[in-house]
């Protein structure tokens, strides 16, 4: 978020807006969006990251999601001793798409840093 801050304020783009109030009503339809978008955007990254046809062949095959869990979701899935934070033992690969569920809306449009922190 400091990125786009950053953009902003040094004129390289006009994605962030802090008064709210200035577009109530776009605050409020991105905000509830946001909760749509955070679940339909888990689901495709968590499934892309699994094999998509055939586990052996990986990227012979053309199967990118075997590639990546292989190299990158398995080490979640060998967590013996699940709990609440079970979920954050993943690859960096992995926090990069998962958080890409933050980042990614401020560069197609103008958004609130609420919409950012409700995102993560």
Request: aromatic share 20%; glycine share 8%.
């Amino acid at each position: 978020m400091l990125m786009f801050f950053w953009a902003n304020n040094n004129g390289k783009g006009n994605v962030v807006y802090t008064e709210w109030r200035s577009s109530p009503v776009h605050f409020f339809v991105v905000l509830g969006a946001v909760t749509f978008w955070r679940e339909v955007h888990f689901y495709w990254c968590h499934r892309g990251i699994h094999p998509w046809w055939d586990r052996r062949g990986g990227l012979l095959n053309g199967d990118v999601g075997a590639f990546l869990y292989r190299h990158c979701h398995s080490l979640h899935h060998k967590s013996y001793n699940p709990g609440p934070w079970a979920g954050l033992s993943m690859h960096p690969v992995e926090h990069f798409l998962y958080y890409s569920c933050a980042w990614l809306p401020p560069l197609l449009m103008k958004t609130h840093p609420m919409h950012f922190l409700y995102a993560r």
